[in-house]
């Protein structure tokens, strides 16, 4: 199994730290070079190289034609991205921060996510949609919410979390390639994470829709994505002490969603955990939880947990580590999991 | 009593600033643009009057029998654009062959000007949720129902084409209730800072739904809005065809050169309920309806042409008969059930099916197969 950051082997030597964020600048980079169609809009990606420095460089090194600062409204810059898309254009838009994309969801759900539908496929929008998610950061209001689950909830639409600065980069050229539109994810807060890392080196771009497991073990799955993907790979090494042996599953994809790579790895250790932040009633969880136990029922040796945030609307910063998923959470719902023993 | 002396406080003036543009040159006129039962009138071309009376005939036909089909049950529903027609037939014959229509809903007519087949047109309000045409081989989005949805979009093409050095203008259009959306004044900001190609007509036709526009907005006209995003606004007559071709073929050819976007504000009336399922006496007097009805469209066309000769009983004649035809075609076809695929559901979700699709698929497959062992 391919560990979680670091590619084997010689290049290794090679490589340099690299954050998640120059990942992702790189993969927009290389993208906009490779391909003249290839834009980048949004608030403040320009001169600024946006709030987190994710587009720094771009307008210098392509111009404000390739890269442009917006006005500030979200449904315009979608929806002349939709405009853009019809004429052949690549679009890569920058939502500045999760809450703030909301007021772009008309143009995302009315038009984004089905122009290819209704118009029987004359009409294929190549649109990505960056939107900086997730909390962690000490992020005010409005600045650190999970809306994965009003994404998944669209048909039309892939969504995709990476965890790491290798994926960041991958799963980014792989986005900005993809002929549908694609919510791509960015975990605030590991945007700053680093890795060994160089896009010269012989980097894995998977394509869209692939899990992979990112530490494997026997007596049970931890399936998460994004910004809890550190936290279920610090859970198990933990676990060792107490027996466990962990596999932790990187969803990478929640739409399309792997099944084939959660229910191999459920059906050989027999029992699942579900981490991630975003709220448990009505999150992501439940519709994997489902998913496996429709799946692997008969493999499996108790029910399938989740961990999750709270039923809560994002707490404040000087709360939100009691709301964020940890490793202790994780290790109680692994506790749990001894469900015969218990009953 | 000690005498204080006063102490004047004079503030350093603030930095200097002046609005950006002159505003009056992008002013409306007060009064809407007339051509017709005008002096300007004897200016305008004698083939274009007879082409605008054409596609105005036709398109009066195409709006009873679009409706005549809704109570036949096949239309689900139906916008009629009855009575501003002229808007919908300038807005297509604007336009070169290589610019772009952004249509709503009700714009139906804009489209089968355009020349695209009216069953395809129509498909969507059939109950068929496909846009039945291919928008890029006409070069019209497909009809927008969510309100001022699809101006972004006019904006986005505009700009993208001009940014690929092509010099193609899209029109879109929109009603009086949309200019109350968020997506409306994102869509003319967008387009007067990017200088875009790009032309907006509203179809003031006082109402949306039920609601007059004194009650949409306080603006003294909708075409004043465009002064806030500095663009020009234009008011013109809706019902009067000539005005409106060349209010709008002038704010195409100054988009077409480089000068920017134009909000245009075509004053029309909606003679017909909303669509068929509506009841307009409800919000309106029937007064009202006929003052507007002594100003139809079609009427202002053929008296000029009439005063100018220019129609005489062989033409008006060959004029009907042409839009007869055009609805017993478009009748006999509608009359045809449609025959639609169910796996066809899966279809162009993504441009490759996902696992979950394709299980679902074969699930349908299998309950289509067991009906059909089952008949
Ligand atoms: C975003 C949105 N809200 C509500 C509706 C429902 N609706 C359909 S037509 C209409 C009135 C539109 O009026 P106007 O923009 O003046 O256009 P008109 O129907 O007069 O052509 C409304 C409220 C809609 N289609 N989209």
């Not at chain 1, 107490?242 to 990187?250: A, K, R, S, T």
């Not at chain 1, 961990?307 to 490793?327: K, N, Q, S, T």
């Not at chain 2, 409306?28 to 305008?44: K, N, Q, S």
């Not at chain 2, 846009?131 to 101006?151: F, I, K, M, N, V």
Request: with cysteine; hydrophobic share 40%.
């Amino acid at each position: 199994m391919t560990t979680a950051t670091s590619p084997a082997g010689a290049a290794a030597a090679l490589l340099k730290p690299a954050t998640m964020a120059q990942a992702l600048q790189r993969a927009m980079r290389d993208a906009m070079a490779e391909d003249p169609t290839v834009h980048v809009l949004g608030e403040d990606v320009g001169t600024l190289g946006g709030v987190f420095r994710v587009t720094d460089g771009l307008a210098k090194e392509f111009g404000e034609d390739r890269c442009t600062d917006t006005p500030l409204a979200e449904a315009g810059i979608l929806g002349t991205a939709v405009g853009m898309a019809m004429y052949g254009l690549r679009p890569v838009v920058e939502m500045q921060f999760d809450a703030f994309a909301y007021p772009a969801f008309e143009q995302l759900i009315s038009h984004v996510s089905r122009m290819r539908n209704r118009t029987r496929g004359a009409l294929p929008l190549p649109i990505t949609v960056r939107v900086p998610y997730g909390g962690g950061i000490g992020g005010v209001e409005h600045h650190s919410d999970s809306s994965e689950a009003y994404y998944m909830a669209t048909p039309g639409l892939h969504v995709v979390a990476p965890a790491t600065v290798e994926d960041a980069y991958g799963l980014l050229r792989a986005a900005i390639a993809s002929d549908d539109p694609v919510v791509f994810l960015e975990p605030k807060r590991l945007y700053w994470s680093k890795a060994a890392w160089s896009p010269e080196a012989p980097a894995a771009v998977e394509p869209i829709g692939r899990a992979v497991v990112r530490r494997s073990g026997r007596s049970a799955t931890l399936i998460t994505y994004g910004p809890s993907v550190p936290v279920c790979l610090e859970a198990a090494e933990a676990a060792v002490a107490e027996g466990w042996d962990l596999e932790v599953v990187d969803l990478r994809s929640l739409v399309p969603f792997d099944d084939a790579t959660v229910c191999d790895s459920v059906r050989r250790t027999g029992r699942a955990v579900v981490v991630h932040e975003s709220t448990g009633f009505g999150g992501p969880g439940g519709e994997i939880a489902a998913r496996v136990t429709e799946r692997c029922f008969h493999h499996l040796e108790a029910p399938v947990l989740r961990v999750a945030g709270f039923d809560i609307p994002y707490p404040p910063p000087m709360l939100e580590r009691h709301h964020l998923p940890g490793v202790d959470r994780v290790l109680d719902a692994v506790a749990r999991l001894q469900w015969e023993a218990e009953s | 009593m000690l005498a204080l002396r006063a102490v004047v406080y004079r503030p350093a003036p603030p930095p200097e600033w002046k609005p950006r543009t002159d505003p009056a040159p992008l002013l409306p006129d007060p009064e809407p643009y007339r051509l017709l039962g005008t002096d300007a009138a004897a200016g305008v071309d004698p083939g274009l009057l007879l082409t605008l009376h054409a596609h105005l005939v036709r398109g009066r036909r195409f709006n009873t029998q679009a409706t005549a089909l809704t109570r036949q049950g096949r239309l689900a529903v139906y916008p009629s654009s009855t009575g501003q027609e002229a808007c919908q037939v300038a807005a297509a014959l604007a336009l070169e062959e290589r610019d772009w229509l952004f249509p709503s809903y009700r714009d139906t007519l804009a489209a089968v000007t355009r020349g695209i087949d009216p069953v395809q047109v129509l498909t969507l309000l059939r109950g068929d949720w496909h846009t039945g045409y291919d928008p890029r081989e006409h070069r019209t989005a497909p009809l927008s129902t969510p309100l001022a949805t699809q101006l972004p979009h006019a904006v986005g093409l505009a700009h993208a084409a001009r940014l690929r050095g092509d010099d193609v203008v899209a029109l879109a259009l929109v009603g009086d209730g949309g200019t109350s959306e968020g997506d409306f004044h994102e869509a003319l900001n967008f387009a007067a800072v990017w200088q875009a190609p790009v032309v907006f007509l509203v179809q003031n036709n006082g109402f949306a739904i039920s609601v007059p526009l004194a009650k949409q907005t306080a603006a003294p006209s909708l075409a004043h809005k465009a002064v806030g995003y500095g663009m020009p606004g234009r008011l013109v007559d809706g019902n009067d065809a000539p005005a409106v071709h060349r209010v709008l073929s002038d704010a195409v050819a100054r988009a077409r050169r480089g000068g920017g976007p134009t909000l245009v504000e075509a004053v029309t009336y909606r003679l017909e309920a909303h669509t068929n399922a509506d009841d307009a006496t409800r919000y309106r007097e029937e007064p009202e309806v006929e003052a507007w009805r002594a100003h139809d469209p079609v009427v202002l066309v053929e008296r000029e042409l009439t005063a100018r000769g220019l129609l005489d009983e062989q033409r008006r004649r060959s004029v009907t008969e042409d839009a007869e035809a055009m609805a017993a075609r478009l009748r006999e076809r509608m009359n045809a059930d449609a025959e639609l695929d169910p796996m066809d559901l899966f279809g162009q979700v993504y441009a490759e099916r996902t696992s979950q699709l394709r299980e679902q698929a074969a699930h349908l497959r299998a309950e289509l197969e067991a009906e059909g062992e089952a008949r």
